[in-house]
């Protein structure tokens, strides 16, 4: 049996370029404010690598203003308030599955 069918499949990750020609190929708003979400993530996730680095050599007074930084950063994150049960790859899973029914 192919274990891997079961749970979450990879997803591509994209690279900036790509993220570049997605908005060229597709200038929209909508595209324009997905983009800008996920350029804001991007921030986010690169103060969490900092914080990774910083723990693995740096002195402890950096790795407290990165910890902070990171702290303060996702204080306001909606996804961290949200309920779990709602969230956007559940919606557009449902959304596929509901697309190959119709068919």
């Not at 990879?10 to 597709?26: D, F, G, I, S, V």
């Not at 303060?72 to 949200?82: R, Y």
Request: glycine fraction near 4%.
């Amino acid at each position: 049996m192919d274990w891997t069918k079961f749970g979450p499949r990879p997803r591509h990750k994209y690279t900036a370029a790509e993220l570049r020609a997605l908005y060229q190929a597709c200038r929209t708003p909508e595209m324009r404010a997905a983009l800008w979400e996920i350029n804001r993530l991007h921030a986010i996730v690169k103060k969490a690598d900092h914080l990774c680095r910083a723990l693995t050599g740096i002195d402890g007074e950096q790795t407290d203003l990165i910890l902070i930084s990171l702290m303060n950063t996702l204080k306001d994150e909606p996804c961290i308030h949200e309920d779990p049960a709602r969230s956007i790859t559940d919606a557009m899973e449902y959304e596929r599955t509901q697309k190959g029914t119709h068919r």
